[in-house]
């Protein structure tokens, strides 16, 4: 399909929209921002407004550039593109774009070879923690890695990281200066090596197009409308890519949900998405609330737990709204242990499998990926097939490649059926009519099957695909790892989980420590960070939720782990873990939001945690904050923990400075809920009142 089309037929693409996802669609070239909640449609609805700019002349397929952040998500945009008639545009992550600009230009900026992409960097991290006297212990460099990504994407060099570090009080794996000596050296030994790491591709991209101006006319005049979808999880990088990429203009559509930031530890942040319409003060905003993925009872669950976030922008209060028909209420149940747990869950997957709900229609999510041995264990004692997300990649299967090999030398022993083709050629690699026992055998079936549905898929969006069309695609979605659905029950974290859906979905292990996670401490933008994970976890469920923790870690262990604090609220009244519940919860005060010196607002973070705003003087007790730091000191050698899990230095200084009387004023404090409360509560008073008293 080319060509322009009639304003009667551009009328019929946009047939099926909502009213809100039209306005998105149609809405006038120049910037528009799309706040669309979770499972409110928004990958067909920015489809469609390519293929509405496409087909309405405003734009050539070609000069459309549309970026996500992962490669599924670029796979899948594709997909509808291309059954929306629009195969030109460009869909990638953020980092596949960068890497196919800077392979382009690099003979005319750089003059030589192009350096080669550093698929891992341990090797060079190892090196670099060694002179600067660290460990090198696996753990501890994959820690330095991550702190090198966080710098980079954050676009803070060697020099600055001490400084900046200390000022958003970063829990860091090492000294500052000693984090900061590794990350330079590391840069060293890389450009020595002449290989790039993934944050170079975007840092290497935006230097040529900001600092080349022919490069970046050429690659303008290329490039002129930009699609960016979870926007909310740009980081400081990627904005100045986009940047790059925009040269001043506004033909720009984002799409995001701030409920849904979860990378804020590798730099990402949701101020572009909330302060979009400050930079484009003449922007098109529109909203997607209504929920076609779950059912209503799912809904009202999800719009709970966001709803009890602390901190949020008004214009980000997305309220979803329930289309599916009712279904079954979510599950909660409390367990033992974690052992007793995981079984639990295998049977509730199994009656959901006799049920008739697919294998592949069903997750268990947990908040760290440690927690997917016990479930491992349980399906395959079940008999149950699973998949653990993150393990090896569909296209690198050794029956996948074998499979992708006959293919392309099948191109004289065709039909004009492209599935039939497909079936046959197959065949001869493993494929029969019926599946094979379990296992192995039954894996590979399932992988050469999947291949086979990927050509059902294209034969019905392409009326004339062909053989080699299809191998075209297969050798597409190898390189953006883009795979099929393969069945089985899907285990993964709950970041892995972020942009999929299931019909059925276990959260488990939803206790205090593991969520929120133990390193969220007392930090109020960690806890928050937290809430919306689980709210991610949430809103993945089409119809089934499960949501269940462990009292003890171990069989015979000890009974005294906690239920997430996000629960409270959600269990119904009539479920015997509520009583437990609502008896351990304190009552909290609300959150300050004043200044209590000059009643001004308060608006960061620091600001809502000591009560008052930067401007204001601080009224800290010296004395009562040394007392406290001995105090935590102590209790943490005692608990075996790093001392801000106990309270951070910014909760100690609040707590200097108003200093509480009684656990209502303790409790008001910005970071002190139940949990703290209860743990450390009577402690802290105790020592307030020793130095009041001294």
Not at 138 to 147: M, N, T
Not at 477 to 500: C, D, I, M, N, Y
Request: proline share 5%.
């Amino acid at each position: 399909m080319t060509g322009v089309l009639s304003p009667r037929s551009l009328n019929r693409l946009l047939d099926g929209l909502d009213p809100e996802q039209r306005a998105a669609a149609s809405a006038p070239r120049g910037p528009v921002c799309v706040l669309a909640g979770a499972g409110t449609g928004k990958t067909r609805t920015i489809t469609h407004r390519i293929a509405h700019l496409v087909r309405s002349g405003h734009v050539s397929a070609g000069q459309v550039l549309a970026v996500t952040f992962t490669t599924r998500a670029a796979g899948e945009m594709r997909t509808r593109l291309r059954g929306l008639g629009v195969e030109a545009a460009q869909a990638l992550t953020f980092h596949a774009a960068a890497r196919r600009q800077l392979r382009y230009f690099w003979p005319r900026v750089v003059g030589d070879r192009p350096w080669e992409l550093l698929e891992n960097k341990l090797r060079f991290v190892g090196q670099a923690a060694n002179r600067a006297r660290l460990g090198t212990e696996v753990e501890v460099l994959r820690d330095l890695a991550s702190e090198i990504e966080w710098a980079k994407a954050s676009l803070i060099s060697p020099d600055d990281y001490p400084a900046v570090t200390a000022r958003a009080q970063r829990d860091i794996p090492a000294p500052a200066a000693q984090v900061a000596e590794v990350y330079r050296t590391y840069e060293e030994l890389k450009n020595a090596a002449q290989v790039l790491d993934f944050d170079d591709l975007l840092l290497h991209t935006t230097a040529v197009l900001e600092e080349h101006g022919v490069v970046a006319e050429e690659f303008r005049d290329r490039y002129r409308c930009f699609v960016v979808d979870e926007y909310q999880d740009v980081t400081p990088l990627q904005q100045r890519l986009l940047d790059a990429w925009l040269g001043g203009r506004d033909d720009l559509t984002v799409v995001g949900d701030a409920n849904q930031t979860i990378y804020s530890f590798g730099g990402a942040s949701p101020r572009p998405l909330l302060e979009f319409t400050r930079r484009y003060p003449d922007a098109t905003v529109v909203r997607l609330e209504r929920d076609y993925r779950s059912t209503p009872e799912v809904v009202s669950l999800a719009n709970r737990v966001i709803g009890a976030a602390r901190g949020r922008p008004a214009g980000s209060r997305l309220k979803l709204i329930g289309q599916r028909p009712s279904g079954p209420e979510p599950r909660f149940a409390e367990f033992d242990d974690e052992a007793v747990e995981a079984e639990a869950v295998a049977r509730r997957v199994r009656e959901l499998l006799d049920g008739g709900v697919a294998a592949s229609e069903i997750a268990i999510l947990y908040r760290v990926n440690a927690q997917s041995e016990a479930y491992e264990s349980a399906l395959a004692e079940a008999g149950i097939p699973y998949l653990v997300r993150g393990g090896e990649r569909f296209f690198n299967r050794t029956e996948v490649r074998q499979a992708m090999s006959a293919l392309r030398t099948a191109s004289g022993d065709v039909s004009s059926d492209l599935v039939t083709t497909v079936r046959s050629v197959l065949a001869r690699v493993g494929l029969t009519e019926s599946p094979p026992a379990g296992g192995a055998a039954k894996e590979r079936w399932d992988a050469l099957l999947a291949i086979v549905e990927l050509a059902e898929e294209l034969a019905a969006t392409v009326s004339d695909a062909d053989l080699p069309r299809f191998c075209a695609e297969l050798d597409q979605r190898a390189a953006a790892q883009h795979p099929p659905t393969v069945e089985g029950v899907t285990l993964a974290s709950l970041h892995a989980a972020k942009g999929l859906e299931w019909d059925a979905v276990f959260l488990v292990g939803l206790a205090e420590g593991t969520m929120p996670i133990l390193h969220a401490g007392d930090d109020e933008a960690a806890i928050e960070e937290e809430r919306r994970l689980f709210y991610v976890g949430v809103t993945r469920a089409r119809e089934h939720l499960w949501l269940s923790w462990a009292l003890a870690r171990t069989p015979g262990g000890r009974r005294n782990r906690r239920r997430s604090r996000f629960l409270y609220g959600l269990i119904p009244e009539d479920h015997p873990a509520a009583r437990v519940a609502r008896s351990q919860q304190k009552p909290s005060a609300p959150i300050k939001t004043r200044c209590r010196v000059c009643g001004g607002p308060l608006l960061e973070t620091l600001e809502v945690k000591l009560g008052r705003c930067g401007r204001c003087p601080s009224t800290v007790d010296e004395d009562l904050l040394e007392r406290l730091k001995s105090w935590r000191a102590d209790r943490a050698r005692e608990l075996k923990v790093p001392a801000f899990v106990v309270f951070t230095d910014a909760t100690l200084m609040a707590i200097a400075e108003q200093r509480p009387a009684d656990e209502a004023a303790l409790v008001s404090i910005s970071g002190i809920g139940a949990t703290k409360l209860e743990r450390f509560g009577a402690e802290i008073l105790k020592v307030v009142r020793a130095s009041a008293s001294a």
